[in-house]
T-cell receptor, first 112, second 112 residues
Framework: SQQGEEDPQALSIQEGENATMNCSYK?????LQWYRQNSGRGLVHLIL?????REKHSGRLRVTLDTSKKSSSLLITASRAADTASYFC????????????FGKGITLSVRP | DADVTQTPRNRITKTGKRIMLECSQT?????MYWYRQDPGLGLRLIYY???????NKGEISDGYSVSRQAQAKFSLSLESAIPNQTALYFC???????????FGAGSRLTVL
């Protein structure tokens, strides 16, 4: 069963705009991660936020975590056409013993 | 060379055939995983292994088996393939204490 559920399922924006993607989960976590997948390729790790952290930045990426609401958001600022991809949140559940559970993913399209 | 290599990249087979998907890694990671990706369903964990003598079922292990031949090699077998095993299969690795997955490029399997 999926632990993380992303929202929206699909997002289309203009180049230069910001993209915000959300993830909700159900049980306690050690950390939450975001991955990116270009069409038909392997997933690539973007950023990890631990359960005791509230916000983290990496380049144009900003991720927040609200453990009271069991939700996270990924913000991509100043989007580029090359950001077009699918994005997945993955949770490392407390007691899950290093088994990441992935959501269904968000398809982001950035129009040039 | 890729850190995580999957072979074959594409395979078309017939119902009832035995299929093996192979994964090798140069990361030196102890933990290896097999995931399956279906459109709209995200990634689901099939099997995982924390070392050569440790094999564990994931959420969808029925119809699959695995072998950890060495620290660097983890193969997935479909003993008798069926059409609903048509999917994109990913091998991934994780270093001890790292919590982040490194994915292979994927193996696309079609069962007719």
């Amino acid at each position: 069963s999926q632990q993380g559920e992303e929202d929206p399922q699909a997002l289309s924006i203009q180049e230069g705009e910001n993209a915000t993607m959300n993830c909700s989960y159900k049980t306690s976590i050690n950390n939450l991660q975001w991955y990116r997948q270009n069409s038909g390729r392997g997933l690539v790790h973007l950023i990890l936020i631990r359960s005791n952290e509230r916000e983290k930045h990496s380049g144009r990426l900003r991720v927040t975590l609200d453990t009271s609401k069991k939700s996270s958001s990924l913000l991509i600022t100043a989007s580029r056409a090359a950001d077009t991809a699918s994005y997945f949140c993955a949770t490392d559940g407390a007691g899950a013993n290093s088994k990441l559970t992935f959501g269904k993913g968000i398809t982001l399209s950035v129009r040039p | 060379d890729a850190d995580v290599t999957q072979t074959p990249r594409n395979r078309i087979t017939k119902t009832g055939k035995r299929i093996m998907l192979e994964c090798s890694q140069t990361k030196g990671h102890d933990r290896m995983y097999w995931y399956r990706q279906d459109p709209g369903l995200g990634l689901r964990l099939i099997y995982y292994s924390f070392d050569v003598k440790d094999i564990n079922k994931g959420e969808i292990s029925d119809g699959y088996s695995v072998s950890r031949q060495a620290q660097a090699k983890f193969s997935l077998s479909l003993e008798s393939a069926i059409p609903n095993q048509t999917a994109l299969y990913f091998c991934a690795t994780m270093g001890t204490g790292a919590n982040v997955l490194t994915f292979g490029a994927g193996s696309r399997l079609t069962v007719l």
